[in-house]
């Protein structure tokens, strides 16, 4: 009986989690480097990319794009306990 509840849990999980990232598409950002991207949504919410490292968690927290010149960008997570933080060099 306990593992039908786990089990019950875990599909819970996982739905919700899917329920979140709808509307989010794998993108190509840079060569090699993909990320879950939003759409312009009805609600004019602009485009976002979802970090990578909150992929497993049943939230979307989205990177902060700052453009450092024509050559390169850097993208980093707006969450405060996280540290992704990748530079892609322009293509």
Same mark, same amino acid.
């Given at each position: 009986m306990?593992?039908?509840a786990?089990?019950r849990e875990?599909?819970l999980c996982? !739905?919700?989690?899917?329920?979140?990232f !709808?509307?989010?598409?794998?993108? !190509?950002?840079a060569?090699?480097?993909?990320?879950?991207?939003?759409?312009?949504?009805?609600?004019?919410v602009?485009?976002s990319y979802a970090?990578?490292?909150?992929?497993? $968690?049943e939230?979307? $927290?989205?990177?902060?794009v700052?453009?450092?010149?024509?050559q390169?960008t850097?993208?980093?997570c707006s969450?405060?306990?996280?540290r992704f933080?990748?530079?892609?060099?322009a293509w």
């Amino acid at each position: 009986m306990n593992q039908i509840a786990e089990v019950r849990e875990k599909l819970l999980c996982m !739905e919700g989690a899917k329920a979140i990232f !709808e509307g989010y598409e794998l993108h !190509e950002v840079a060569p090699g480097w993909f990320a879950y991207k939003s759409g312009k949504r009805a609600d004019n919410v602009s485009v976002s990319y979802a970090c990578p490292e909150w992929h497993h $968690t049943e939230k979307v $927290t989205t990177l902060q794009v700052i453009d450092i010149g024509r050559q390169q960008t850097i993208y980093r997570c707006s969450s405060p306990s996280c540290r992704f933080l990748k530079t892609v060099d322009a293509w």
